[in-house]
């Protein structure tokens, strides 16, 4: 279930991030008035600027025309299923996938010492 799932209903403000790529390392001190940066990564140029929900598309077209981003995009943090039978359906499709790889893995180093 996602954060702002949660928060309905409260007079909490709903925030999305906004994943921007830079031409330069040093320009994401730029972005600083728009939203709240909390991430940044020097070697991938980018940054995640959190903003209002309500004002996210605006923010996109608004950064985007800077002349120091390379491209912006609205995080997709609301499509990823966070509820707890999905991933528990996911951890035993990787574990059964494992064992698999594992038993042909000890059946072709049984047929090699043969």
């Not at 995009?73 to 039978?85: P, Q, T």
Request: glycine share 2%; aromatic share 8%.
């Amino acid at each position: 279930m996602s954060i702002n799932k949660e928060i309905e209903g409260t007079h909490l403000i709903k925030r999305v991030a906004l994943i921007i790529y830079l031409k330069s390392v040093s320009d994401q001190y730029k972005l600083r008035r728009y939203g709240d940066i909390v991430y940044f990564s020097k070697k991938m140029k980018y940054c995640m600027l959190y903003v209002n929900r309500r004002e996210a598309k605006e923010m996109q077209r608004q950064i985007a025309s800077l002349d120091f981003v390379t491209y912006v995009e609205i995080s997709a943090e609301d499509e990823v299923n966070l509820n707890s039978e999905h991933i528990e359906k996911q951890i035993t499709e990787m574990a059964k996938a494992a064992e698999e790889k594992l038993q042909l893995e000890q059946e072709k180093n049984e047929d090699q010492m043969q």
